[in-house]
T-cell receptor
Framework: GQQLNQSPQSMFIQEGEDVSMNCTSS?????WLWYKQDPGEGPVLLIA?????ELTSNGRLTAQFGITRKDSFLNISASIPSDVGIYFC???????????????FGKGTLLTVNP | DVKVTQSSRYLVKRTGEKVFLECVQD?????MFWYRQDPGLGLRLIYF???????EKGDIPEGYSVSREKKERFSLILESASTNQTSMYLC???????????????FGQGTRLTVV
């Protein structure tokens, strides 16, 4: 199936630092989604991107849909302890029509923030 | 507020038992998904359904089956639970890709299943 390469796998940062993570694919995606998962909970949608080049912010979070449609990044500015969790990228591949509706996920970035 | 609700947060079952995990969504979504999540392996798709009574196998369907008799409800069934099915199970729903917006997937809170 489709693969999303998400990096880094984990990050340890100090409170107040900025964070950047990204996802890449060998194939084109129609949509990029970024989720955060707190321990023991389901993932929660942070940002959705629908157009190549789109740059969208949600508070301290900023995400971009790459021009090539094969990548996306998420930035978190001025991190705080509650930013701790796993961040997932996800996307709908270009061949998402018909009955093939498989939303594809990266393996996640585990973020730890030291107060 | 969008809602995907899984019937249990925690379950403990015995090896060989038949296990039902239930998921209900209130957003009139056509698509529903079941994933399992294990450390280091990310989210792996077990089954998904794109309409009532329609289903497709995901990446790891062995040992599982599903049922979708109503649009809002998608059940995951472990026919004979085994210890290697101990995991976090996540249900999600979405509209299908139609070339426009509003195709975000929304997740339930997860069910932590332990098979002993």
């Amino acid at each position: 199936g489709q693969q999303l390469n998400q990096s880094p796998q984990s990050m340890f940062i100090q409170e107040g630092e900025d964070v950047s993570m990204n996802c890449t694919s060998s194939s084109i995606f129609n949509t990029w989604l970024w989720y955060k998962q707190d321990p023991g909970e389901g993932p929660v949608l942070l940002i959705a991107l629908y157009k190549a080049g789109e740059l969208t912010s949600n508070g301290r979070l900023t995400a971009q849909f790459g021009i090539t449609r094969k990548d996306s990044f998420l930035n978190i500015s001025a991190s705080i302890p509650s930013d701790v969790g796993i961040y997932f990228c996800a996307g709908w591949p270009m061949n998402s029509g018909g009955s093939n509706y498989k939303l594809t996920f990266g393996k996640g970035t585990l973020l730890t923030v030291n107060p | 507020d969008v809602k995907v609700t899984q019937s249990s947060r925690y379950l403990v079952k015995r090896t060989g038992e038949k296990v039902f995990l239930e998921c209900v969504q209130d957003m009139d979504h056509e698509n529903m998904f079941w994933y399992r999540q294990d450390p280091g392996l990310g989210l792996r798709l077990i089954y998904f359904s794109y309409d009532v009574k329609m289903k497709e196998k995901g990446d790891i369907p062995e040992g599982y089956s599903v049922s979708r008799e109503k649009k809002e409800r998608f059940s995951l069934i472990l026919e004979s639970a085994s210890t290697n099915q101990t995991s976090m199970y996540l249900c999600a729903s979405s509209f299908p890709w139609r070339g426009y917006l509003n195709t975000e997937a929304f997740f339930g809170q997860g069910t932590r299943l332990t098979v002993v």
